[in-house]
């Protein structure tokens, strides 16, 4: 007797979690091979938790994944917690998407925007920074209104949201971490909910490797200021692998 | 063949004038060629848009439909009747009993003939005299000398009734839709509640579309004016903008119930005035059969940012546009967004641009020392990358500054952007963080 198929967005217990829908590749090829999905879930809430404090690193890990994206796509910045600044997009290669910054006077007002993004746009980018904690509902809220699109949502909550339970397929909780005696810095990511459970691991992505010439950090007189490059990160081009 | 609709309301019913102009307004719907035959009659001319509203049955049950939700309040004794010519409806609709329609110039004469002349404006003195005669109906007045009644002082009446039986061609000028738009409507109690004055404005709105609809206009920009029941408040003025060209209900109600849901009214309403300045010629709208298409997805992601700059307001809503300087405080500049199209940061045609951290701090935030390290916190940081200097304005003595750029990295391994001066090498600055 044969076995029954299920369709595959049942998922059955002794099964890894994998990713329904399209996902795109993040640009790093460790966090690639621990996601399911080998990349960022499209139409998905995706939680992105710090370890002391936000506004520190996010969009660094984001860059490879939003420079593979198709020119003129938007990008909505939803209550960060500073003021974002052009030159650094410029800088980082992402200077031919569509930016806009919102700002919100109260916290429902920014939810409310953000459902409103979700609900009226297909191909957006969505990073949102809560001033306070969203409840369940909330989140599952947006993660509904997200499925039936092929939104990339990010949601940047405080630090300690890290211990409350979310809806959101996919959770990471990421520090900046400097490693080889400071000659390379990125980030320290371990995925809390949506990869194999049994690691607890973390991902070391080293997003800045110190130039080999300059001997010590820090020089009392006038060095040439070495060119500072983004590590060249082989991102795949934003082909959607369809699961 | 021509058909006339002719709506009255008794001759002595109260603030004929103030309802007639209300009706007047919502049945240019329906026919651009109205006019007040009388001071308390509407005529409306329906030969042209019989094949739009499907016959003239339809289009009589349509228009009463609409008589009976515009007089829902107000339940005034409405008379109305359809007839070939414009008099003839006249005198029909003026008769007891209501709603009576004739399309044939034959039948329309039999039922004139049968009209006691008390629907005629006559004076008591010659309905008197008429009396004496016995020529009680419409019939009998026509059996008399015409040169007779001309002498005796009734000429209009004999052309009104040749009008009226279609002997002669009467002519009317045609009431014109105003140049501008203006509403103004009284609620019932004044209220602060929202969903009241946004049930209110839909029927300015509707008002608005036919207006815009007559003269094939469009508009951008409203203007609402609240007034408030105490004398010495001033009326809330709001201006509301749309980013495209619009004429539709549907495209003016979403952004006006989110404008009005998040203004706070101090004061209750028992007024709202609708105004529009500025109109603009209408641009056809082609429908795409493709669903991707680029007009629609720029039109809803238009109609999204309405929305947003609606309730969020428009200062909080911002776009990139890079002025070129060599501060990175000026570089970084911020507008508005004002219902443009959001073009890509490529637009702001910056050259290839140094390192920057992602996020600004702006100001700059002076920092503690420790010993003759910068310090965030507590917490000394450690200078990671030399200085970068950047200079702004050499060739003046008071605003050249010049700064030195490090980035530091604290105990938790995060980095910020700071600066000191070059002039004063002790006191360092916050001015960005490595996101």
């Known amino acids: 007797m044969n076995q029954p198929v299920l369709h595959p967005a049942v998922w059955r217990a002794h099964q890894l979690p994998c990713a329904v829908g399209n996902t795109l590749s993040t640009g790093h090829p460790a966090l690639d091979a621990e996601i399911p999905g080998h990349g960022w879930p499209l139409g998905a809430l995706i939680e992105l938790i710090p370890q002391h404090s936000n506004g520190l690193a996010e969009l660094s890990l984001l860059q490879p994944c939003l420079q593979a994206l198709a020119p003129n796509s938007l990008t909505i910045l939803l209550t960060p917690p500073h003021t974002p600044c052009i030159q650094a997009w410029y800088h980082h290669g992402l200077s031919q998407q569509r930016l806009l910054w919102v700002n919100s006077d109260t916290a429902a007002d920014a939810y409310w925007a953000a459902l409103q993004i979700i609900r009226h746009h297909q191909h957006a980018t969505l990073c949102y920074w809560p001033r306070h904690p969203l409840s369940y509902a909330q989140l599952r809220q947006l993660h509904v209104l997200a499925r039936q699109t092929q939104n990339l949502l990010f949601l940047i909550p405080h630090a300690k949201v890290n211990t409350q339970s979310s809806p959101a397929p996919l959770r990471l909780r990421y520090r900046p971490h400097a490693a080889n005696q400071g000659n390379s810095w990125g980030l320290a990511i371990q995925i809390i909910k949506g990869a194999n459970m049994l690691s607890a691991k973390e991902l070391y992505l080293p997003l800045w490797q110190a130039p080999i010439s300059s001997a010590s950090p820090f020089s009392s007189h006038l060095v040439s200021v070495p060119r500072h490059e983004p590590v060249s990160v082989p991102c795949a081009t934003a082909s959607l692998q369809k699961h | ?435």
């Open chain 2, 1 to 435: 063949m021509s058909l006339y609709l002719c709506l009255a309301l008794p001759p002595h019913y109260k603030n004929t004038s103030a309802v007639l102009t209300a009706l007047s307004q919502r049945m240019q719907a329906y026919t651009p060629q109205l006019c007040f035959i009388q001071a308390h009659a509407l005529l409306l001319k329906l030969q042209a848009s019989l094949v739009l509203f499907g016959g003239h049955l339809a289009l009589w049950r349509r228009i009463h439909t609409d008589l009976q939700a515009f007089n829902q309040n107000l339940s005034a004794p409405w008379q109305s009747a359809l007839a070939p010519t414009a008099w003839g409806a006249y005198l029909l609709a003026c008769a007891q009993p209501t709603h009576k329609r004739c399309l044939r110039l034959s039948t329309l004469q039999q039922r004139l003939d049968r009209l006691p002349i008390n629907v005629l404006a006559l004076s008591a003195q010659q309905s008197a005299w008429l009396a004496d005669l016995a020529c009680h109906s419409l019939a009998q007045l026509r059996q008399l000398p015409r040169a007779g009644l001309a002498q005796r002082g009734l000429p209009q009446l004999l052309q009104q009734l040749d009008q009226a039986y279609g002997l002669e061609n009467s002519v009317f000028e045609w009431l014109r839709p105003a140049p501008y738009f203006t509403h103004r409507l009284e609620l019932d109690f004044s209220t602060r509640h929202s969903a009241t004055l946004i049930h209110a404005l839909a029927q300015q709105i509707e008002l608005l579309t036919v207006w815009l609809q007559q003269q094939q206009l469009a508009c951008d920009q409203l203007w609402l004016s609240l007034q408030h029941d105490h004398r010495h408040v001033a009326p809330t003025q709001l201006a509301i903008a749309l980013s495209r060209s619009s004429y539709l209900p549907s495209d003016f109600m979403p952004v006006l119930s989110e404008k009005l849901a998040s203004v706070a009214l101090a004061k209750p309403v028992y007024a709202i005035t609708l105004e529009v300045r500025h109109t603009h010629e209408r641009s056809v709208r082609s429908a795409s059969l493709l669903p991707d298409d680029p007009h629609t997805l720029q039109a809803q992601e238009q109609f999204l940012f309405d929305k947003l700059a609606a309730r969020l307001g428009a200062h909080n809503l911002r776009y990139p546009q890079a002025q070129a300087s060599h501060i990175p405080e000026q570089v970084n500049n911020w507008p508005s967004y004002t219902q443009q199209r959001l073009h890509s940061i490529n637009s702001n045609n910056l050259t290839l641009q140094p390192l920057r951290p992602y996020w600004l701090l702006n100001p700059a935030i002076e920092l503690a020392t420790l010993g003759h390290s910068p310090s965030l916190h507590g917490q000394a940081l450690q200078l990671i990358q030399g200085p970068e200097r950047v200079q702004s304005a050499w060739w003046q003595e008071q605003s050249h500054e010049a700064r030195d750029y490090y980035i530091a990295q604290d105990p938790h391994h995060t980095r910020y952007w700071i600066y000191r001066l070059a002039k004063q090498a002790d006191r360092w600055f916050l001015h960005g963080i490595f996101g």
